[in-house]
């Protein structure tokens, strides 16, 4: 991805991604060649980020979170 910072942090965390540096088109070439040259690495990181998302965003996570801050709120 050419992004940088925190979510790039997240993302090459979770294993879902590939950075590719802003500004570098041959770089970003390269990381397309590369992926679309190893599908099943692909598919992988696909699904690392599908589960990272269903582990960090929903429904029942937002909601404790949710209810971890209004429990902070209150007391």
Same mark, same amino acid.
């Given at each position: @991805?050419? +992004?940088?910072?925190? +979510?790039? *942090?997240?993302?090459? !965390?979770?294993?879902?991604? +590939?950075?590719?540096?802003?500004?570098?088109?041959?770089? @970003?070439?390269?990381? +397309?060649?590369? @992926? !679309?040259?190893?599908?099943?690495?692909? &598919? *992988? /990181?696909?699904?690392?980020?599908? &589960?990272?998302?269903?582990?960090?965003?929903? &429904?029942? /996570?937002?909601?404790?979170? @949710? !209810?971890?801050?209004? *429990?902070?709120?209150?007391?």
């Amino acid at each position: @991805l050419a +992004i940088d910072g925190v +979510i790039r *942090e997240v993302i090459e !965390a979770a294993g879902c991604g +590939i950075f590719a540096q802003p500004g570098d088109p041959v770089g @970003l070439a390269n990381v +397309i060649r590369t @992926l !679309a040259s190893d599908p099943a690495r692909s &598919r *992988e /990181m696909g699904l690392k980020g599908r &589960r990272y998302v269903e582990s960090h965003f929903s &429904r029942s /996570m937002l909601a404790e979170k @949710l !209810a971890h801050i209004l *429990e902070e709120m209150t007391t």
